[in-house]
């Protein structure tokens, strides 16, 4: 894909190109082919590159200088001939370059879990990319496991095309196929089909099976990296990185070798078998007949100086025990092998239902035959199922499942127990205790994101920073990455340096955290650097909110509990009072003088969620007929969590009535309750009251400019910044069909960056482009002119959830939805736009090489900045690690730069990143990722909420129907409803 510079540097020259293929749809990329002069190798980012003559750019900002490239570059490959092809993309707009290196901030010195590695020692390697299609006229579906065998076994039967060398090829069980050598089939041509018989492992017949191998380009890709400075790049591919990562994991993937029997391939990722597992300490029992598999992460790129770089991670997923369906149904239903073979009831029977539908199994009682199935469900127990037997002698009878078996495999052990049904119309039962679940088979995602498996997953897999850093190094040294032990990087010429990149970092300098004292001046808060945090005691919001009147509505509140929730009210009001709110119900509670002015007006205990519109509807009336004015805020509180409860009370708060919210839980309250009574410091209630605080309007804390500095140039009502969050959330796997994605722009209304508001919008299933974002980006626009009646001067965008591979398309489509929606207030305005995108699901981690440089946890300290070693050679890209992680490993974001016209230094862009990671009202601490972003995932997730509420509730599915879905009420317009 392209990479340019952004729009403000000086233009290069214009080139074209030929392609195989073309598309303008996001994230897909073109094949093209170099002209005389150019030569296809990794570039600046690992990925394939046309390489031509370059132009210099002028170096911007301040700093340390980024090192200029050469003006030329030599055919370091070997003046490979002309490939062919004529060019002709025209460039709309560049993509930023890095102006220069941070260079604030104290140093620290850093472990990375990147490694170098060389490709080739005297010539570049050369590779060919083939097509492979295999089928079965005897097989309509056919799985990886499948496929990765029959290929294999394709290439031992015939070595007068794949040759006496395995290694020669890189396969990633689909579709593609990388070989070191051009391949000639019968009478010489490059493409042929080959058919011949192969039998699985797991299956008890032979099969007649077609292997197609096409040719998907003529020329060859050369893996080179020995070009020590790469200018213009024109195109780029993800060819040759894919095909390295595929080598990578070749070895523990290929069925013919000790290595398969120990490690389980998927995607960039290769699991260890548990039982291989050399570390006692890993209890990977998750419960419910899972367990968690760990293994190591590989993917290559290209670092700073052009150096070849491995990102090695521990990587971890959740699979199926080695267990037979009998036992794995005694775990779903919750019951001890003593009681296994009472009959199910209906509850249970509809539990294990929806746990077997999909999952493979294989039968255990026919001997060597281990035929597998995939479960379609359950059913009736054997001794209820009957059919018809064909006897010996030709005639039939009737007989049970349970019969069936003890006279042809002897009697059942647990007959009782349901029967799980396999096969298509002609459907097949199994008694559960003949079934064993297939292994290796991992856990779809939509269950293994159930509640009870995800939490234990994450505690299970936590590993602290320097327990991260040993697990990482020892799974390299187990995997066998090195060419005396893996066949597969000896014959592709890689080498791989097995110590982690050493690499240096900066801590940023946090900014000064402002409140208000008890006199009502500003005041600094004592912030502490190790946790990125600042002490709250003793000191009031900067805008405390009023509140005047609240309701409250209690599900399944026995009357043993209307003390509690009086006492939570007296501590939650008191609390907000401490604060600086002015929160005053003026509501009398008979021989309570304690309580007096702390109590909602109304509460509402309800036992049902059919009774929550009722609640909220009385909660409103008889308060505004009290107070004569509206409703504030209303509490409801569950016994427990339920997303379609919640969905259902945002949904009737932020749409229907137009009043804030707070959910909380029995557990929660019980929680504030005792740590009262034992006189703890209370979090949990200060957690909460921030909360409440900005969705009535207030502003917890604010961070103080100093004179002359860059924020107070950003925030200045005459050059104002307005600052957008964005993101699109999809539907998951567990959501209706008819659910669709949701774009969430959320931008600041006031100059200093505290205070937000969000637009909302449906659009196409799984589409990450923003499709209504001209619209999105009017209303922002609109809304920060309405509040503080200046048009910003700036706009500062962090876009959240898109890949490397979809830049190019955010870059030149979503930038100009930007520079259309300000054209829309007027012809003339044109401020200086910023766009940042911002990636969390990424495998870079960094390790502090001293003691005394960790914070909390062994961690790196918040506001560690990196910028050079693993970034990008010619992008403007930096990490920037600015939360504290107290338990487990810190993950910092990475951040590239798009576009910036308003050609910001490195200090500059991470100063600001920082400082928006403490405008997170949710919390007295440094978040993860800018307020912006943070609340934009926020807003998707919320209306994600009102969107599933409204595809329960009503029959009405269009795409107009669920944009109405997601229309707040105007009472909430420009409040903080959602934080």
């Not at 599900?555 to 609390?575: D, G, S």
Request: proline residues 5%; glycine residues 6%.
């Amino acid at each position: 894909m392209n990479r340019e510079r952004g729009r403000g540097a000086r233009p290069e020259s214009a080139m074209s190109s030929s392609s195989e293929h073309t598309s303008s749809s996001l994230g897909t990329s073109e094949a093209s082919h170099p002209t005389e002069g150019q030569i296809l190798t990794i570039g600046g980012d690992g990925l394939a590159n046309l390489v031509a003559p370059a132009t210099k750019s002028r170096a911007r900002g301040r700093g340390q200088k980024a090192p200029a490239k050469d003006e030329t570059i030599s055919l370091a490959a070997g003046n490979v001939k002309a490939l062919g092809g004529q060019m002709s993309a025209l460039r709309l707009r560049q993509m930023a370059e890095r102006p220069d290196y941070g260079a604030r901030g104290r140093l620290i010195q850093l472990w990375t879990n990147w490694f170098t590695f060389s490709i080739g020692s005297k010539q570049p390697v050369v590779v060919y990319q083939y097509d492979v299609d295999i089928s079965s006229s005897s097989l309509s579906k056919m799985d990886k496991d499948r496929r990765q065998f029959i290929f294999w076994e394709a290439v031992r039967q015939h070595p007068e095309v794949f040759g006496h060398d395995p290694s020669h090829f890189v396969y990633d069980d689909g579709k593609i196929l990388f070989s070191r050598e051009e391949l000639l089939f019968k009478g010489g041509l490059k493409n042929g089909t080959l058919e011949f018989q192969a039998r699985h492992p797991r299956e008890t017949r032979t099969f007649e099976w077609t292997m197609a191998i096409q040719k998907v380009r003529p020329d060859p890709i050369i893996l080179d990296v020995s070009v020590s400075a790469v200018p213009q790049l024109v195109r780029r591919d993800t060819l040759p990185i894919q095909c390295i990562d595929l080598v990578l994991s070749q070895n523990r993937r290929y069925p013919f070798n000790r290595f398969f029997e120990l490690w389980y391939g998927w995607n960039q990722r290769v699991y260890c078998f548990p039982e291989f597992m050399k570390d006692n300490r890993f209890n990977n029992n998750l419960g419910e007949g899972k367990e968690v598999w760990r293994g190591l992460f590989a993917s290559a790129s290209v670092g700073q100086g052009y150096r070849p770089i491995i990102n090695f991670d521990v990587a971890h997923s959740v699979f199926y025990q080695d267990m037979t369906l009998a036992d794995f149904a005694t775990e779903i239903v919750g019951r001890n092998r003593n009681d296994m073979n009472r009959p199910f009831n209906m509850k249970e029977r509809e539990l294990l239902n929806n746990a077997v539908k999909g999952v493979k199994f294989q039968i255990t009682h026919r001997g060597a035959e281990k035929r597998v199935y995939r479960a379609k469900g359950v059913d009736e127990a054997p001794v209820n199922i009957r059919f018809t037997k064909e006897e010996a002698n030709g005639g039939t009878r009737e007989v049970s499942v349970a019969e069936y078996f003890a006279e042809d495999y002897g009697p059942l052990q647990l007959p009782n127990m349901p029967t799980v049904v396999a096969g298509g119309q002609k459907r097949i039962f199994f008694p559960l205790e003949v079934c064993k679940l297939y292994r290796p088979q991992k856990v779809p995602l939509s269950i293994s994101q159930n509640e009870r498996v995800k939490a234990n997953m994450i505690e299970k897999t936590r590993l602290d920073a320097p327990v991260r850093k040993q697990v990482i190094e020892k799974l390299v040294k187990d995997a066998c990455l090195n060419a005396r032990e893996d066949p597969f990087l000896r014959s592709f010429e890689i080498n791989i340096d097995a110590s982690m990149l050493s690499v240096s970092g900066r801590i940023l300098p946090p900014p000064t955290i402002t409140a208000k004292d008890k006199g009502k001046r500003d005041t600094a808060c004592h912030f502490i650097e190790r946790m990125g945090s600042w002490k709250t005691e003793n000191v009031q919001y900067s805008t405390a909110a009023t509140c005047s009147n609240f309701a409250f509505i209690c599900m399944n509140m026995p009357a043993t509990r209307q003390k509690e929730m009086q006492e939570f009210c007296y501590l939650l009001v008191n609390a907000c009072r401490e604060r600086g709110m002015h929160f005053d119900t003026n509501v009398p509670e008979e021989g309570n003088e304690r309580s007096r002015g702390t109590q909602p007006y109304y509460v509402s205990s309800i036992k049902s969620d059919r009774e929550l519109d009722d609640a909220f509807h009385m909660c409103k009336k008889e308060t505004e007929k009290h107070y004569d004015s509206p409703l504030e805020l209303v509490f409801v509180c569950l016994d427990g969590k339920d997303a379609r409860r919640y969905g259902e009370i945002k949904s009737l708060g932020d749409l229907k009535y137009g009043i804030p919210t707070q959910v909380v839980q029995w557990k929660t309250i019980s929680a504030i309750l005792r740590s009262a009574s034992e006189r703890r410091p209370n979090n949990t209630l200060q957690q909460l009251i921030l909360k409440v605080n900005a969705k009535l309007g207030g502003v917890n804390f604010k961070t103080e400019s100093q004179k002359d500095d860059l924020w107070q140039s950003l925030t200045n009502p005459k050059s104002a910044t307005l600052f957008l969050g964005i993101d699109v959330t999809h539907p998951g796997a567990h959501e209706v069909r008819e659910s669709q994605s949701i774009g969430a722009v959320v931008g600041n209304v006031d100059f200093a960056c505290h205070k937000f508001d969000v637009s909302y919008r449906v659009q196409k299933r799984f589409h990450e482009q923003m499709v209504h974002f001209t619209k999105q980006l009017k209303e922002r626009l609109f809304a920060f002119l309405s509040a503080t009646k200046e048009k910003p001067a700036r706009i500062i965008v962090f876009r959240d959830g898109i890949s490397d591979s979809q830049f190019e398309a955010a870059l030149h489509e979503e930038v100009t939805c930007i520079e259309q929606a300000c054209r829309s207030l007027d012809p003339e305005y044109k401020p200086k736009i910023t766009y940042i995108v911002v990636q969390k699901r990424h495998h870079t981690r960094f390790f502090p090489q001293q003691r005394q440089d960790t914070g909390q946890g062994q961690n790196v300290p918040p506001g560690t900045a990196v910028d050079t070693v693993v970034t990008h050679p010619i992008d403007f890209d930096y990490f920037l690690c600015s939360h504290l992680a107290p338990k487990g490993t810190a993950r910092p974001a990475h951040y590239v730069v798009l576009f910036d016209e308003s050609n910001f230094s490195s200090d500059d862009l991470q100063a600001i990143t920082y400082r928006l990671c403490f405008h997170n009202a949710r919390c007295a601490k440094s978040g993860s990722i800018p307020a912006p972003t943070f609340f934009a995932d926020l807003c998707c997730t919320r209306a994600n909420y009102y969107l599933q509420h409204f595809l329960a509730t009503f029959n009405e599915r269009s795409e107009e129907d669920m944009e109405r879905a997601l229309e707040v009420n105007e009472r909430l317009k420009l409040k903080m409803y959602w934080i």
